[in-house]
């Protein structure tokens, strides 16, 4: 089976940076990926990492160590509206299958 | 980035009768696939919809009980058949497009 790991809920303050991390055990391993959700909406992409390093895209940057099953999702500048489910996958299947499993998701209530 | 379409977008159904959910897609793809998300909870897989051959379905999910069509590479259907409460979720289809994956709006299932 596939385990993917991340805290239940963050808290943080406008204008402050925020990790989020995510945990993986996963029966092979063919790219990270990271979405936002907010209530009532359909998650949207945010990252991809498929090699170990850093991906930077403006105020998101995630960050991947395969050799670790670990990585996190860094926000900085946080905005009242980046308050949002954050959900980490994995898609395991080098066979190109290309569906993803995804964790439980992390709700970050950002506050004034 | 694809452009998915969903309907109904939202429906309200009695206990005991079948529900069938569109998904269409701007442009052709190999794979769609399709989730559940139950509420308060995260991306849950049901099934692999390809074009020309029956779908994969995820351990947890049956045929009987989530019939899908995929008639040609823009279109799918999911059927979620003899509805109960249970079911009350957003049922989503997703297509994976340049190594990233994309949602569909999503269809909110409730069912009485």
């Known amino acids: 089976g596939q385990n993917i790991d991340q805290p239940t809920e963050m808290t943080a303050t406008e204008g402050a940076i925020v990790q989020i991390n995510c945990t993986y055990q996963?029966?092979?391993?063919?790219?990270l990926f990271w979405y936002q959700q907010h209530a009532g909406e359909a998650p949207t992409f945010l990252s991809y990492n498929v090699l170990d390093g850093l991906e930077e895209k403006g105020r998101f940057s995630s960050f991947l160590s395969r050799s670790k099953g670990y990585s996190y999702l860094l926000l900085k500048e946080l905005q009242m509206k980046d308050s949002a489910s954050y959900l980490c996958a994995v898609r395991p299947d080098q066979t190109g299958a290309n569906n993803l499993f995804f964790g439980t998701g992390t709700r970050l209530t950002v506050i004034p | 980035s694809a452009v998915i379409s969903q309907k109904p977008s939202r429906d309200i159904c009695q206990r005991g009768t079948s529900l069938t959910i569109q998904c269409q897609v701007d442009s052709q793809v190999t794979m769609m696939f399709w989730y559940r998300q139950q509420p308060g909870q995260s991306l849950t897989l049901i099934a692999t919809a390809n074009q020309g051959s029956e779908a994969t379905y995820e351990s947890g999910f049956v045929i009987d009980k989530f019939p899908i069509s995929r008639p040609n590479l823009t279109f799918s259907t999911l059927t979620v058949s003899n509805m109960s409460p249970e079911d009350s979720s957003i049922y989503l289809c997703?297509?994976?497009?340049?190594?990233?994956?994309?949602f569909g709006p999503g269809t909110r299932l409730t069912v009485l």
């Open positions: 997703s297509v994976p497009e340049g190594g990233e994956q994309f």
């Open positions: 996963t029966s092979g391993f063919n790219g």
